[in-house]
């Protein structure tokens, strides 16, 4: 069965940056198309970003473009999301998706999710 497990969030101070981490265990890591989502608190959870199985397709909200990139690491099982420019309504937790079809846009179908990891980012 796939599992998923974030690392890596934080209090940040607003411009600052982090760097989330995806592993994926128990498939084979290279066939998923990845995403990253967030929640914020009384909010719906968002798509924020997507890379297909292959690394060549990415796939951003409007509200993170030019700030976050979604990479890849196929030989460590594991996808980053690389925040910059932090800003307050960025505070939410974020949850890493797989994909089994290997697309990773926004319109599909997430298979296995994560538990999320908090990031807060303070005025």
């Known amino acids: 069965q796939v599992q998923l497990v974030e690392f890596g969030g934080r209090l940040v101070q607003t411009g600052g940056s982090l760097r989330l981490a995806c592993l994926l265990s128990?498939?084979?890591?290279?066939?998923?198309?990845m995403g990253w989502f967030r929640q914020a608190p009384g909010g719906e959870r968002d798509f924020v970003t997507g890379i297909d199985r292959y690394g060549r397709n990415t796939y951003y909200a409007d509200s993170v473009k030019g700030r976050f990139t979604i990479s890849r690491d196929n030989a460590k099982n594991t996808a980053y999301l690389q925040m910059n420019n932090l800003k307050p309504e960025d505070t939410a937790v974020y949850y890493c998706?797989?994909?089994?079809?290997?697309?990773?846009?926004?319109?599909?179908?997430?298979?296995?999710w994560g538990q999320g990891t908090q990031v807060t980012v303070s005025s």
């Open positions: 128990g498939g084979t890591f290279n066939i998923h198309a």
């Open positions: 998706a797989a994909d089994k079809y290997g697309l990773g846009s926004p319109t599909v179908l997430y298979d296995y």
